[in-house]
């Protein structure tokens, strides 16, 4: 657990740093006496053999990780798997996904493979692969905006690169704020704004898991063509349910999951 807890370090940094206002729900939820512990931890990434779920997925299964399920999303034509720590099922699951690039558009296609042909070789095999950031160098604004009129997933993965998507807060390891309708009010009465696609919460209790998400935070990217605001990462909630056997449910719902992915979609800071 030691590797794993060294790897979650570096990413919590990287994600806090880039998303002062994640920072600030978790120090809020400090502030209250709660105590946060993190749920699961999301990438995302392309379908090429070069970075794709098998590389992500490499430093977590060398630290103790290992495999336990796959999801579709035909709609954002992705494909998911959620890994688990075998020897601490209370450790953070991991969550990666990637984008079926054939599935997409020629210019989709061909700026995806451009951007993994500016990787250095040497990266592919680091354990710090998975938080490289946008590694391919100098970005535009207006390729930005081609990409994200085919899929918001390619857009955000052309600006952010490889890092933590996102972190989640275990609701079932809170005590004041216990339940996810709590969870979301007290993050609405703290000024932040939630995903409401499909509604503010994601699942039911019949389905073992509840999940909701504040919308990503506007970070001003530099593109060679100026200055402009980019929605950026965004933090999870999720309240999980006991099975039929007293087990607590530890996997996902695709449904859910696919509308927590619309947390990064673009919006106007001014228009939230």
Same mark, same amino acid.
């Given at each position: 657990?030691?590797?794993?807890?060294?790897?979650?370090?570096?990413?919590?940094?990287?994600?806090?740093?880039?998303?002062?206002?994640?920072?600030?729900?978790?120090?809020? +939820? =400090?502030?209250?006496?709660?105590?946060?512990?993190? #749920?699961? $931890?999301?990438?995302?990434? &392309?379908?090429? /053999?070069?970075? !794709?779920?098998?590389?992500?997925?490499?430093?977590?299964?060398?630290?103790?990780?290992?495999?336990?399920?796959?999801?579709?999303?035909?709609?954002?034509?992705?494909?998911?798997?959620?890994?688990?720590?075998?020897?601490?099922?209370?450790?953070?699951?991991?969550?990666?996904?990637?984008?079926?690039?054939?599935?997409?558009?020629? +210019? =989709?296609?061909?700026?995806?493979?451009?951007?993994? #042909?500016? $990787?250095?070789?040497?990266? &592919?095999?680091? /354990?710090?692969? !998975?938080?490289?950031?946008?590694?391919?160098?100098?970005?535009?604004?207006?390729?930005?905006?081609?990409?994200?009129?085919?899929?918001?997933?390619?857009?955000?993965?052309?600006?952010?690169?490889?890092?933590?998507?996102?972190?989640?807060?275990?609701?079932?390891?809170?005590?004041?704020?216990?339940?996810?309708?709590?969870?979301?009010?007290?993050?609405?009465?703290?000024?932040?704004?939630?995903?409401?696609?499909?509604?503010?919460?994601?699942?039911? /209790?019949?389905?073992?898991?509840?999940?909701?998400?504040?919308?990503?935070?506007?970070?001003?990217?530099?593109?060679?063509?100026?200055?402009?605001?980019?929605?950026?990462?965004?933090?999870?909630?999720?309240?999980?349910?006991?099975?039929?056997?007293?087990?607590?449910?530890?996997?996902?719902?695709?449904?859910?999951?696919?509308?927590?992915?619309?947390?990064?979609?673009?919006?106007?800071?001014?228009?939230?």
């Amino acid at each position: 657990m030691e590797k794993a807890k060294h790897l979650f370090d570096n990413l919590w940094k990287s994600y806090i740093d880039l998303n002062p206002e994640v920072k600030r729900v978790y120090d809020l +939820f =400090l502030s209250e006496g709660e105590v946060v512990v993190n #749920d699961h $931890i999301a990438f995302r990434t &392309f379908e090429d /053999p070069r970075v !794709n779920i098998d590389v992500f997925a490499k430093p977590f299964e060398e630290a103790g990780y290992e495999y336990r399920g796959e999801y579709q999303f035909e709609q954002k034509k992705l494909y998911a798997r959620h890994y688990e720590f075998k020897a601490f099922r209370e450790a953070p699951r991991i969550f990666i996904s990637q984008l079926k690039v054939n599935e997409f558009s020629p +210019f =989709l296609q061909n700026t995806v493979k451009g951007l993994v #042909d500016k $990787i250095p070789e040497k990266l &592919f095999s680091s /354990p710090d692969f !998975n938080n490289s950031g946008a590694v391919w160098g100098d970005l535009s604004y207006d390729v930005y905006k081609q990409l994200r009129a085919e899929s918001e997933y390619a857009a955000w993965v052309y600006v952010f690169g490889f890092r933590a998507n996102h972190f989640t807060v275990s609701i079932n390891n809170l005590k004041k704020y216990n339940t996810i309708e709590k969870v979301n009010q007290f993050l609405k009465d703290n000024g932040f704004l939630m995903n409401d696609s499909a509604g503010e919460i994601k699942g039911t /209790p019949d389905e073992l898991l509840q999940q909701s998400s504040i919308k990503s935070g506007i970070v001003e990217v530099d593109f060679i063509e100026g200055t402009y605001p980019v929605p950026s990462c965004y933090y999870e909630f999720a309240l999980r349910y006991p099975d039929r056997d007293g087990n607590l449910y530890l996997g996902f719902i695709a449904k859910s999951a696919d509308k927590i992915f619309e947390s990064t979609d673009y919006y106007e800071k001014d228009k939230r």
